[in-house]
């Protein structure tokens, strides 16, 4: 079961040419998709195609289930006269009865790092909150309709560093739980932190889709396609033209850590503790 697009072409009317062109991929439940590219390049309109905003001229969206889009700058969205109200809002909408709404709120409120047994928090203007709280607010407000497939489009914008650690775990969590999930980011670190697949997108087209850690590993492709890769996928590059012996899908901190000291146990090659790597 899947949220698919099959050759789709799209653009923009009076916009001229097509914006995407002849894109297939698929976002899977239980699985995360990143999707990255240069700026410009079509990810928002991929998303906007897959969440039904935005019709193909080409080709064709096969969905079954439930799509919840959040896009960039989502609590520029928010309105409601309290935070509670603000989360309730969709499940009130999907016919279900106050309790089980307010249970549907409490839990997404809870995801995202909030107390929900805070009554004076819960009666707070969401418009008073702070910039990272109305992030994580409108978050929940679509997570809170537990939608079968939830579409992300620059989610951690705006937010700390431990702010995007907390989302990362919420969206593996979500995935693990069924949900597909869509992650579009220029953040190349948070992509190989939440990713199981990756595509980027260039000029329109699909330059690479496979498993995520193959395609961030490759260096060279990243940067033909205009992205700089991780840290942790340039040293891995490194590591590997100097002779270690590391697999291509190492992309995080962790990974990279664990693959060392494998290299070491299985022979001299990796470079002790503390050496530069040039």
């Not at 909408?93 to 089980?100: I, S």
Request: charged fraction near 20%.
């Amino acid at each position: 079961m899947s949220l698919a697009c099959r050759g789709i072409s799209a653009g923009y009317p009076g916009g001229g040419a097509n914006v995407l062109r002849d894109v297939s991929l698929e976002v899977a439940r239980g699985r995360v998709l990143g999707v990255a590219g240069p700026s410009g390049c079509g990810k928002t309109t991929l998303l906007r195609c897959l969440g039904g905003t935005l019709a193909s001229a080409e080709g064709c969206v096969e969905a079954d289930g439930f799509i919840a889009v959040v896009q960039q700058m989502p609590e520029q969205q928010l309105f409601a006269p309290t935070v509670l109200d603000e989360v309730m809002f969709g499940p009130r909408n999907q016919g279900l009865g106050e309790d089980e709404a307010r249970e549907r709120a409490t839990w997404a409120l809870e995801l995202f790092g909030f107390d929900a047994s805070d009554e004076a928090f819960l009666a707070r203007s969401p418009l008073r909150c702070s910039g990272g709280e109305k992030r994580r607010i409108a978050l929940a407000d679509m997570v809170a309709m537990r939608p079968d497939y939830l579409l992300l489009d620059e989610p951690t914008a705006g937010l700390d560093p431990s702010q995007a650690r907390g989302l990362v775990g919420v969206v593996r969590r979500l995935a693990a739980g069924g949900m597909g999930v869509a992650v579009v980011s220029h953040d190349m670190d948070m992509l190989a932190e939440c990713a199981d697949d990756l595509v980027i997108i260039a000029n329109g087209v699909v330059a690479a889709l496979g498993e995520a850690g193959a395609v961030l590993g490759d260096v060279e492709l990243l940067r033909a396609c205009g992205l700089e890769p991780s840290y942790v996928c340039e040293l891995a590059a490194r590591l590997r033209a100097r002779g270690v012996d590391l697999p291509v899908g190492v992309c995080t901190a962790e990974g990279l850590a664990a693959a060392l000291a494998a290299a070491r146990a299985a022979g001299p090659a990796a470079p002790a503790a503390g050496e530069a790597v040039r």
